[in-house]
């Protein structure tokens, strides 16, 4: 997103645009973290801390949404300049919905009493929040330093996460069936993983919009191979 222009007062205006997706960015990062730390370890406090933190990221949406509104009004961009500024406009949308699935995961870390070792497939947990974490730096990444090359890399992890997802929904399925005093626990620890899931999805779109904000091409829907060429291209 770093772009060079005869007007510095626009320069200004994109680098302090970038710097506030990015700090809205890292602060979601944070909050799935630490949701997930405070459900493995039953810390309340750092559960209350990321629920806390979701207004935070609210009202940086709200800011950051003005502040595309007004330099779309201001300064008319075009090409590159444009696609920067919806860019930006559309990675915010999908990091607040990260910092939703973060909240409702600590929400459940505060009433739950889920264990690595009692409860069937929480295990598994920490795994795909580790591949979803690692996915939105990626793409953040991406954004960052305007490249592409790393972005097909976060599609395949996106794909392990839908794969591990629907691993531990038939393993919980099972363990069910077996032991019905298991379903209140295999339920809770299915929806942490859906939740998980869902902010991989999120993490994809942004690596997506990197694509579209570098490159100008539109891969949504598109197939791995395709997001692979104009990645590289």
């Known amino acids: ?72 009004a201001r300064r008319a961009p075009a090409a590159l300049d444009l696609r920067c500024v919806l860019m930006a406009y559309k990675v915010i949308t999908d990091l607040e919905r990260v910092g939703d699935e973060a909240k409702k995961i600590a929400s459940m870390a505060e009433r739950l009493q889920l264990s690595e070792h009692r409860s069937p497939g929480f295990p598994e947990i920490a795994i795909i929040a580790e591949l979803v974490t690692d ?18 890399e976060v599609i395949r992890s996106d794909l392990e996460v839908n794969e591990r997802f629907h691993a531990i929904l038939r393993a919980l399925l099972t363990y069910m069936i077996e032991d019905p005093r298991t379903i209140s626990a295999s339920i809770d620890t299915l929806w942490i993983a859906k939740a998980l899931e869902r902010i991989g999805d999120h993490a994809k779109n942004i690596s997506e919009y990197a694509i579209y904000m570098i490159k100008g091409e539109d891969v949504r829907h598109a197939s791995l191979e395709e997001l692979e060429r104009a990645a590289k291209s």
């Open 135 to 152: 996915m939105l730096r990626r793409a953040l990444d991406a954004l960052a330093r305007a490249e592409s090359s790393d972005i097909p």
């Open 1 to 72: 997103m770093s772009i060079s222009h005869t007007s510095k007062h626009f320069d200004a205006e994109l680098e302090r645009l970038r710097k506030r997706v990015l700090e809205m960015g890292g602060l979601v990062e944070q909050q799935i973290r630490n949701s997930v730390e405070a459900l493995r370890t039953h810390d309340a406090k750092l559960a209350a801390q990321v629920i806390a933190d979701e207004e935070r990221v609210n009202r940086m949406e709200r800011e950051i949404d003005e502040e595309c509104v007004q330099l779309l």
